[in-house]
């Protein structure tokens, strides 16, 4: 399906390709100038992020991985980079070149929350690539030939944006507005001694805004993950097991059309029933395929886009939603 290709990654947490960002163009004569880290993020051993000019960059270890060499051997390009004789550099270089490009290093070295940082360009980064998949002769590599497919042009450049939740268009500054506006009207979403499916939704709702999409009325994921758990909880009859559910009024904003019926009765759930609720939602919800369905009904809808579902159930479906 178009824009969602699979990335196989093998020493990394980076597997599909993200919806593209937008067009903003990064200069990447970077040289040596004075650069900080706007914003980072690891996935696995895999370091990612965005300088402060708008660059995105992959560490060492990321570059490695999608190039499917050792570690050490983008470090042998970093020492060797002024030595122009030699072949590899030469042809690395002349790739660059193609495309306007030229780097005095090819990574920044940068420190960042009292930690030394190689970051490698993307412009960079998609220059090894493009090597180890058609110019290192014997030394050519089938996973850098996949990715290079894959990643090529600004796929890789959007790929860094959206796993780190940046836009270069800064066009998305208010992400969290709408998700903001339903906590500011229902953060006392409970009676004492329950919880809200809304409020223990936070974390994948977050991830979800963080890696794209675009939370509002239409996209609502606590009424789904709130409809799968109350016909677990009825199934089950953990009323006798935890004590009854009750209902509290919720609150949606103005702009949502599910405002005209505020307020909204909706189930909340003894405490001492949280623990079974993470752990539905992990292992039920989540790595059990209702989250899917539910992106899949949205894909089909027109609502969100192929690769934005398959980027979400990768990162959620590797996080361990921790039992109090």
């Not at 020493?11 to 914003?39: C, F, H, M, T």
């Not at 030394?116 to 980064?125: I, L, N, R, S």
């Not at 998609?126 to 090597?131: F, K, S």
């Not at 609502?220 to 559910?245: L, T, Y």
Request: charged share 20%; net charge neutral; aromatic share 12%.
């Amino acid at each position: 399906m178009s824009g969602s290709q699979k990335t196989d990654i093998k020493a990394s947490g980076i597997r599909y390709l993200a919806p593209r960002s937008g067009g903003k163009e990064i200069n990447s004569a970077q040289g040596v100038l004075a650069l900080s880290i706007e914003v980072d993020a690891e996935f696995g051993d895999v370091g990612m992020g965005v300088l402060s000019d708008g660059t995105p960059y992959l560490n060492q270890r990321g570059l490695a991985a999608l190039c499917g060499v050792m570690n050490a051997h983008i470090g042998t390009i970093s020492s060797q980079w002024t030595e122009d004789e030699k072949p590899r550099i030469a042809a690395i270089k002349s790739i660059l070149s193609k495309v306007g490009s030229s780097y005095n290093s090819p990574h920044v070295e940068l420190f960042h929350g009292g930690k030394k940082y190689f970051c490698y360009p993307a412009d960079v980064c998609l220059a090894i690539l493009e090597y180890y998949a058609f110019d290192a002769g014997v030394n050519c590599q089938v996973d850098a030939r996949d990715n290079f497919r894959k990643l090529a042009g600004s796929k890789l450049k959007d790929l860094i944006y959206s796993q780190v939740g940046y836009d270069p268009t800064g066009q998305r500054k208010d992400i969290f507005r709408k998700w903001h506006d339903r906590l500011a009207l229902n953060y006392q979403s409970a009676p004492k001694g329950h919880f809200h499916v809304f409020n223990e939704a936070s974390v994948i709702i977050y991830e979800l805004i963080m890696a794209g999409a675009e939370i509002g009325d239409k996209f609502v994921v606590d009424i789904s993950i709130g409809q799968h758990w109350s016909k677990h909880w009825s199934e089950n009859n953990f009323d006798s097991q935890f004590g009854e559910r009750k209902k509290w009024p919720h609150r949606y904003p103005d702009d949502h059309p599910q405002a005209k019926s505020n307020p909204q009765e909706s189930w909340c759930y003894p405490l001492s029933s949280l623990g079974v609720y993470r752990e539905w939602l992990q292992c039920v919800y989540i790595e059990g395929g209702k989250f899917g369905n539910y992106l899949t009904g949205k894909v089909k809808k027109g609502e969100i886009a192929p690769s934005f579902a398959q980027l979400a159930i990768d990162t959620l479906g590797q996080k361990q939603i921790p039992n109090k």
